[in-house]
Structure formats: C-alpha cells, structure tokens
C-alpha cells in the first residue's frame, strides 16, 4: 500500500467532517484526480484470472473531491455551468477527437484515438485506444471501456462511485453495443461481443444461451458472443408473466471481428430488428 492510499483511506474515515478549508485532504486528493486523469491510476482492471479488480482507494478520492471542492461558475463561450468539478482539456496533446457538444470530465481517462462525438464521459471513467463513444452516448463514473469498441448513438453505460467497493461497468475491448443499450450496475460485456440495439444489461438479467436454454451468467455476456434483448416465461400465482433476459444466438470464433453488414445479417436470421 502505497503512502497515498494510506492517506486516502485515512481522510476517507473523516469524510463526514471533510469540507474545502482542508487544505492537506484537498492536495492528496487532488494528486490522485490528476493521476486518473492522464492514466497513471485507474479505478478498476482485468486480472490475470480474468477477475474485475476494484481499487477502492481511488473511488474514495473521487467521493472525497465532491466534499473538498465547492460549487464555481464555469464558462465555455456562451455556455455557462455551475459544477464542483472541472471539464477535461488539452485533447490535441492527447491525440483525442472531440466534437462540438461533447464533454468529459477531468478525472476521467482518454486514451490516444479516442473519439467523441456529441457525448459524455465521468470522472473516474477509463476509455481505450481506437474507440468511438457516439453521439449521446454517456460513459458513467468509473466505467471501464476497452480499446476498438463502439458505443453507438444513444447508449447508457452506468455508474458506480457508491459503496466504494462496487464494481463498474466494463465493456472489454472490441466490444460492439448497439444503440440505446443501456449496460448498468457493473454488468460486464466480454472482448469482441456484440450486443444489439436496445439491450439492457444489468447483474440480475439472466444471460441465456439460446441454443440450449441454459443460463450461463447473471449481468454479463461472455467473449465473442452476439447477444440481444429477449424476454422468458415465468409463472407466479398472480398470472404468467414474461421477464427481460438476455440472449446468446450466435458465438463467434475468438478474435473474430464484427462488421456491420454480417451482424445486420445475424439479427435478420433470428429475426431481430436492425
């Protein structure tokens, strides 16, 4: 444990007493906020094993910021905000494409070839090399986005800075989400699956392999699938009902890429809208 994250967990125990006169709470935090914002710290990764590591340390800086900064106006042009926290900058030196209407706050990472267009993207939030976040596509605080994925136009990747030792959403690399799929509460897509468009994913939707029946998990879609928003029968003593699940209909072959007009293809087969 680093002398930081000593400190860190110690102000953390205090945070009820924290407020923007402390001046020596305020640095280390800081200090952690600037080292999420160029990379050198992050909130979440992939062990080795595959397991989700959370450090909770650094979530803690960022719920401690909310206490030690206070509200300040904010110009941008014509745009005037009224925030605790400050917008992202210096995109040229960081080899990101941003366009008008986009934003991101500082304490979030953006790797080199990131592209937004009209979007959003939260503190804490990590987005790799090579992905495009579409127009009104929101990436929430903490989430974990790999290198090569598309969030297409619309999608919803939730949040998570509380309790400290929740884990995020991650979306491994060269995942496709469709639009307005909503990915929340530390669900997990694997590496080069797709999920179509309108897809809810979240830790109590069953995913369910849809050439055997079988459920294989609970909020998360495993690697080099193709998944889509489905429901299941269920009966209760008030009447049958019919419940969200998501459903596996293709597995594809590991380092498969998607591209658009096959994946239009697969959903036309299963009878999917595109």
């Given at each position: 444990m680093s002398d930081l994250e000593t400190r860190i967990n110690h102000w953390f125990e205090h945070i009820s007493e924290m407020d923007p006169s402390n001046v020596e709470a305020r640095r280390d935090v800081e200090l952690v906020i600037t080292k999420l914002d160029d990379g050198q710290v992050r909130v979440a990764e992939i062990a080795v094993g595959g397991e989700v590591i959370v450090h909770e340390w650094v979530k803690?800086?960022?719920?401690?910021?909310?206490?030690?900064r206070g509200l300040r106006k904010i110009e941008v042009g014509p745009f005037e905000y009224l925030d605790k926290l400050d917008l992202k900058t210096d995109y040229e030196r960081r080899g990101v494409r941003v366009v008008p209407g986009a934003s991101a706050r500082r304490g979030s990472y953006l790797s080199p070839g990131v592209i937004l267009m009209p979007s959003y993207v939260n503190i804490g939030a990590w987005?790799?090399?090579g992905t495009m976040v579409d127009?009104?596509?929101?990436?929430?605080?903490?989430?974990?986005?790999?290198?090569?994925v598309h969030l297409a136009g619309g999608v919803g990747i939730g949040g998570v800075l509380e309790p400290a030792n929740a884990v995020p959403v991650v979306i491994e690399d060269d995942a496709f989400i469709g639009s307005r799929c909503m990915v929340v509460e530390g669900a997990r897509v694997g590496k080069g699956s797709i999920?179509?468009?309108?897809?809810?994913?979240?830790?109590?939707?069953?995913?369910?392999?849809?050439?055997?029946?079988?459920e294989v998990s609970r909020g998360y879609v495993p690697d080099y699938c193709v998944a889509v928003s489905a429901t299941r029968r269920r009966e209760y003593p008030g009447g049958e009902f019919f419940l969200p699940c998501v459903l596996i209909i293709k597995r594809m072959d590991e380092g498969e890429r998607h591209n658009k007009v096959a994946l239009n293809n697969i959903l036309r087969d299963h009878g999917v809208a595109t």
């Open positions: 803690r800086a960022i719920l401690l910021l909310f206490r030690l987005v790799g090399g127009t009104w596509a929101t990436v929430g605080s903490c989430a974990q986005i790999g290198s090569n999920l179509g468009a309108g897809t809810i994913l979240n830790p109590s939707i069953p995913v369910i392999d849809a050439e055997t029946g079988e």
